[in-house]
């Protein structure tokens, strides 16, 4: 009950985006008195701020408002913001655990130095002065000396947009590294291929029939805002189908479940084309329009009439195989359901969402087909960029420009994008190790930012071996809110604000709209609010906790003090010339300057933009956001252009758009500026046999499999929801609900192998084993195991140097021999004393098992994402085997990393090009450092 009797607003919908009854009015956010619940029975009042902020706990950025104590400057709670556009005032699990992250006892307050030998875990604290001291000086000398490859920024979670890239291009480095091929470059080529833009904006909220591929509200993006559109969805009618081997939360909840063998998943989706195709079920005049078929039968049969009819008729030949009984006999699954979800597809027409992230995309060799394969079903049916369907994720994002913007780097790292992976999707992060190890190179400076690659990646002991090895990386600093497996083999451990203690502006694809979402340090903006003076956020955080923008702000100027380097000038102020811009500056010229809509929005209120972010924390820049492919051309871009027979629009020498009907589109972003059935660009890049959309057989394919020697698919991929990657060991709430990974196994198969529930069984893969317990359920199809990830954290040491005790075992590393390792948990989890008396009612001891590091790594050849699904041998546990035993054989990791090398095809490409032009990169370098040594004549591919 509040305190205050809650008067609603006059006009609630004028004021938040969602009115939830029980939410404080806006007039009151001020000062919100509600009962103490820590006091009950007694009543006592208390008064709080409400401010604003965005979650880090996933990529979805939802709303969140903290309740800061007005008397103490404390916050007690984190609730939804109803403002926000995607989560309209709605969180899960994990965004009330932020107050958790806050206030575990064990978070690192201070910048910690290391004084023992890397990964001793002896660390003291030191003061920020000597970590930025120390930084510049090294990162200084590399860029005067050239070497501007030697400096590496790895980011796991990015949790905003644009302000990082900006500071590595403001140096002139090519040192952007992303956790993205262990998550998401496959599913991003599939996308790619088609439409120039690599991730899928479904709008399920106005959808007719939904198919997600994976159990998508655990394992996809966007967690929170897409399952209250999905539930929305299914409340009106709407049918849904999931596809994925384990029966997940959104599989029961599904009106078909299909479980596949995991990697066939292309075959259903192309059995399912094949019957929209032959039941003439596809819808003409998008296809006639917007699809480059002439380009197609130009390729395919140049021979043959250039017609739409023919173009059809060759598209039915060439997927004449993928029937509903081929895909059932492939995939083991019952065909009628394939011939009931085409009609299903065919009866929503452009209403048809769809979503695809992990799991299938991130489980298999050529992954990136089974993306392509679905984009196929939406393009079929006229389904993109439709109310209902499935936008682009470039339709339904919004990045505003900062102040300035610095050119593009003029070098190019072959340790990120080496000349073996062209068409990798993003950094090969995987490698890294691999890399140095073979004498590819070396780093200067190494910051993992919220990024733990010894737990995280594949192959983690060859982490903690380059870690290790100050010849190979010379210094390594670990930005982190949270110590974890990584951070205690760094130089320097420095602790990064959580969500509501820094600055960040992010914006996501979460539906058919386009928003910005603010994260701001709600103490600080109390403080500022009350007229107190705060120069930068570690003032108002806990401890010295910094936050990273101010960091990487004070590091630019102290790596080029004298403005010489020309770094300085892009840290100076847009408002105060020659001088350091402040952080509030920094996103303030951006609100003023860049944000449609946003300074009169606030003028409308007598406020400021800035001060509008500060108190609504979100702003919609557009509603309804649709057919982005049809934007008119502008005059401007019309100029001196001109119309190819196929009414392609050009531009010196680029197409820039397209005719369609005597009316200028800007079409999509590929070469043709259709969507692309048929690829050139992997014609060129010597996968002609990919040319179009299919079907790729999975390195875990069943033929592979030898069930009487105990064979089986492993599928790691899937998440619990409660849980963030290697940042939830801190949230006590969330270790309570979840704390423990079994392996999931079918009846069938636990008794073959002779195991029943939580039975300890020994997973082998091709470079170690791990044990665990397994649970026996109907919810997994026979052949295949799944075990979650998130769970199995470990710490070396009892001190305070290793994972937060909440969430993870004391493990013993043993050396078996030369380059052989086990781990073997030594404690389980455990009440200890702290600050915090939650910590002494710990009752749960398990914390799971890790599996990552018994993975060898697996580069997609194309997509460069790691393969995650395993073919393992099962067993029973064996006489001298321990729960949660860990063991690894680096000796047959480089075998491993080089038998996947073999299968790549190489750059150079078309004029000598490391990379197709048109392919995005996180941070794009200048055009001429696209071409390998000696540099061409200026003109770019005709295939890019
Ligand atoms: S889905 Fe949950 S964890 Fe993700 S941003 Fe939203 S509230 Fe935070």
Redo the contacts with the bound molecule.
């Keep these: 009950m509040n305190a205050n009797s809650p008067k609603q607003p006059a006009d609630p919908k004028a004021m938040s985006v969602t009115p939830l009854e029980s939410f404080p009015p806006i007039d009151q956010w001020d000062n919100w008195v509600e009962y103490d619940a820590a006091a009950w029975p007694k009543r006592v009042k208390k008064t709080y701020s409400l401010i604003p902020t965005t979650?880090f706990?996933?990529?979805?950025?939802?709303g969140?408002m903290a309740y800061v104590d007005k008397e103490t400057n404390e916050i007690r709670k984190f609730e939804g913001n109803p403002h926000h556009p995607a989560?309209r005032g709605r969180?899960?699990?994990?965004?009330p655990a932020t107050l958790n992250q806050i206030e575990d006892p064990g978070r690192i307050l201070y910048p910690m130095k290391r004084v023992g030998e890397r990964g001793s875990g002896d660390f003291e604290r030191c003061s920020w002065d000597e970590v930025l001291d120390t930084f510049a000086e090294k990162i200084r000398k590399a860029i005067v000396e050239d070497r501007k490859t030697e400096v590496m920024y790895h980011v796991g979670r990015p949790g905003e947009d644009g302000f990082l890239p900006r500071v590595l291009q403001s140096w002139g480095i090519d040192g952007h590294n992303s956790h993205t091929n262990v998550c998401s470059s496959s599913a991003r080529v599939g996308y790619t291929l088609w439409c120039g833009a690599d991730r899928p904006s479904p709008d399920h909220a106005n959808a007719k029939f939904i198919l997600m591929l994976s159990a998508h509200l655990e394992t996809g993006h966007?967690?929170?805002?897409h399952a209250q559109r999905i539930m929305e969805a299914k409340t009106d009618g709407t049918k849904i189908c999931v596809i994925d081997v384990r029966l997940s939360n959104t599989a029961t909840k599904a009106d078909w479940w299909l479980a596949p063998y995991p990697g066939t998943e292309s075959v259903i989706l192309l059995a399912i084309a094949n019957v929209i195709l032959n039941e003439n079920l596809y819808n003409r005049e998008f296809l006639r329009t917007w699809v480059n078929w002439r380009e197609y039968l130009q390729a395919k049969a140049p021979d043959e009439e250039q017609t739409f009819d023919y173009f059809i008729n060759h598209l039915r030949e060439h997927y004449a195989w993928a029937t509903p009984e081929r895909a059932a006999e492939e995939c083991g699954i019952d065909p009628a359901s394939i011939h009931e979800i085409a009609h299903e597809i065919h009866k929503a027409g452009t209403a048809f969402s769809t979503h695809i992230w992990r799991n299938a995309a991130a489980g298999n060799l050529g992954g990136w087909q089974i993306a392509r394969a679905l984009e196929f079903l939406v393009v079929l049916v006229g389904a993109v960029g439709s109310e209902g369907g499935t936008n682009l994720n470039s339709t339904n994002k919004f990045v505003p420009a900062p102040f300035s913007k610095p050119a593009p780097q003029n070098v190019w790292s072959e340790l990120l994008y080496p000349l073996e992976y062209p068409l990798a999707y993003h950094e090969m992060s995987i490698l890294l190790p691999h890399f140095l190890l073979e004498g590819r190179g070396k780093l200067a400076t190494y910051f993992t930012r919220v990024y733990n690659p010894v737990w995280t990646n594949p192959d983690g002991m060859m982490w903690e071996r380059v870690l290790r090895d100050e010849s190979l990386i010379e210094l390594h600093g670990a930005m982190t809110p949270t110590w974890n497996e990584t951070a205690q083999y760094a130089d320097f451990v420095l602790p990064m604000g959580h969500s509501a203690e820094r600055h960040d502006l992010v914006s996501q694809e979460t539906h058919a709209a386009k928003w910005i979402s603010y994260r701001q340090p709600v103490v600080r903006t109390k403080l500022t609010r009350e007229g107190k003076s705060v120069e930068f956020t570690y003032e108002s955080n806990p401890g010295e906790v910094w936050e990273e923008d101010e960091f990487w702000i004070e590091l630019s100027w102290r790596i080029d003090p004298d403005g010489s380097l020309g770094i300085r000038k892009h840290w100076e102020s847009p408002y105060r010339a020659g001088e350091k811009v402040t952080i509030e500056e920094y996103f303030r010229w951006i609100f003023e300057n860049s944000v449609p809509g946003l300074p009169e929005k606030a003028a409308e209120l007598n406020i400021t933009p800035l001060e509008y972010m500060q108190k609504f924390g979100a702003f919609l820049v557009e509603d309804k956001s649709y057919r982005a492919h049809e934007k008119p051309l502008s005059v401007d871009a019309l100029q001196s252009s001109t119309t190819a027979d196929d009414d392609t629009i050009h531009s010196d020498g680029k197409p820039i758009g397209i005719q369609v009907d005597e009316k200028s589109f800007e079409g999509f972003h590929t070469p043709s500026r259709r969507l692309e059935i048929y690829s050139k660009t992997m014609v060129d890049w010597d996968w002609p046999e990919q040319d179009l959309p299919g079907y790729i057989e999975s390195h875990v394919h069943q033929k592979h499999m030898d069930r009487e020697r105990g064979e089986y698919v492993l599928v790691p991929t899937f998440r619990l929801p409660t849980l963030?990657h290697t940042r939830s060991a801190n949230a006590k709430w969330l270790y309570e609900l979840s704390n423990s990974n079994p392996v999931w196994i079918h009846p069938e198969d636990a008794q073959k192998i002779g195991v029943g529930m939580a039975d300890l069984i020994r997973v082998t893969t091709r470079i170690g084993y791990f044990v665990n317990k397994v649970w026996v359920t109907e919810g997994i199809r026979p052949g295949v195991v799944a075990c979650s990830h998130h769970l199995g954290r470990w710490r070396l040491f009892n001190n305070n140097t290793g994972t937060d005790r909440w969430g993870s075992a004391r493990v013993e590393r043993e050396e078996l021999g030369e380059g052989r390792y086990r781990f073997r948990r030594t404690e389980d989890i455990k009440p200890f004393e702290s600050a915090d008396a939650d910590t002494k009612r710990i009752w749960w001891t398990d914390g799971g098992v890790h599996q990552n590091m018994t993975f060898c790594v697996q580069p997609d050849p194309v997509s460069g994402m790691q393969c995650w699904h395993q073919q393992v041998t099962l067993t029973a546990a064996h006489p001298d085997d321990h729960y949660a035993d860990v063991y690894v054989d680096t000796n047959k990791s480089m075998d491993a990393y080089r038998d996947w090398l073999t299968k790549t095809r190489p750059a150079p490409g078309p004029d000598n090009l490391r990379r197709p032009l048109w392919f995005a990169r996180a941070l794009k370098p200048a055009t001429e450092t696209y071409y390998v040594n000696p540099p061409p004549s200026a003109s770019p591919s005709t295939s890019d």
């Design positions: 979650c706990n996933c990529e979805a950025a939802c969140l989560s969180n899960c699990a994990k965004g966007y967690f929170n805002p963030i």
